[in-house]
T-cell receptor, first 114, second 112 residues
C-alpha cells in the first residue's frame, strides 16, 4: 500500500521558472491538500480539495495553483517561482467522513528557488 | 498571541525517562486535538487523537487535554531512542481538515 506519493523529492528552480509537484494517493480519499513547512512557521495549508473538480484556498495560496481532475491526483503548480517559495512541501489526504481527523502525509518535496 | 503555541525545543532526555510535551492555545472553540510525530526528512504521522477533554492512552503514549486551561500534553513513558523526532500538536474547532491548526513542533532527542 503506497499511501500518498509525492514527486519529485528534491528540486532546485531558478527564480521565474514554473514547475509542478505531483501527488497521488491510492486510498480512495476524498480530501487532499498541500502544506508547506518552514522553520519557525510550522505547517501551513496552501490549497485543498474535497473531491474531483472541487478545490479551495488555504492559508497561503498566493503563487500556487491546483486542480483535481481525478480522486487520486492533486498536483501543485508553482506559476513563477520566487525565493520565498523555498520550502518543504507536503501533500496529504484523508477521508471526509470517519473518526480521528486522520491526515496521511506524503514524504515531502524539498524545493529550493535560487 | 498565536492560536497555538509550542516550545520548539530541542528537548533532550535520557532513555527510559518520561517525556512531557505541551501546547497551549487561545481559541476556546477548539475541541479536536491531535499529536503528530515527524521523523527527520519524513512527513508527519498521526500519533494520538482526542476529542474534547480528558485523557487517552495508547501503549507508552498518553494524550491529555485540559480545556479549562487551554493546555494539551503528550506523555511518553519509557522513552526509546526511536522516539527521537519532532512532535507537532494540532487542533481544530470543526471536524474539517482545512481548519486544523498545527503547532510549530518540538524536537525531541532521546539519549541512549
Amino acid at each position: 500500500n503506497a499511501g500518498v506519493t509525492q514527486t519529485p523529492k528534491f528540486q532546485v528552480l531558478k527564480t521565474g521558472q514554473s514547475m509542478t509537484l505531483q501527488c497521488a494517493q491510492d486510498m480512495n480519499h476524498e480530501y487532499m491538500s498541500w502544506y508547506r513547512q518552514d522553520p519557525g512557521m510550522g505547517l501551513r495549508l496552501i490549497h485543498y480539495s474535497v473531491g474531483a473538480g472541487i478545490t479551495d484556498q488555504g492559508e497561503v495560496p498566493n503563487g500556487y495553483n491546483v486542480s483535481r481532475s481525478t480522486t487520486e491526483d492533486f498536483p501543485l503548480r508553482l506559476l513563477s517561482a520566487a525565493p520565498s517559495q523555498t520550502s518543504v512541501y507536503f501533500c496529504a489526504s484523508s477521508r471526509l467522513q470517519g473518526r480521528g481527523n486522520t491526515i496521511y502525509f506524503g514524504e515531502g518535496s524539498w524545493l529550493t528557488v535560487v | 498571541q498565536k492560536e497555538v503555541e509550542q516550545d520548539p525545543g530541542p528537548l533532550s532526555v535520557p532513555e527510559g525517562a518520561i517525556v512531557s510535551l505541551n501546547c497551549t492555545y487561545s481559541n476556546s472553540a477548539f475541541q479536536y486535538f491531535m499529536w503528530y510525530r515527524q521523523y527527520s526528512r519524513k512527513g508527519p504521522e498521526l500519533l494520538m487523537y482526542t476529542y474534547s477533554s480528558g485523557n487517552k492512552e495508547d501503549g507508552r503514549f498518553t494524550a491529555q487535554v485540559d480545556k479549562s486551561s487551554k493546555y494539551i500534553s503528550l506523555f511518553i513513558r519509557d522513552s526509546q531512542p526511536s522516539d527521537s523526532a519532532t512532535y507537532l500538536c494540532a487542533m481544530s474547532a470543526e471536524y474539517r481538515d482545512d481548519k486544523i491548526i498545527f503547532g510549530k513542533g518540538t524536537r525531541l532527542h532521546i539519549l541512549p
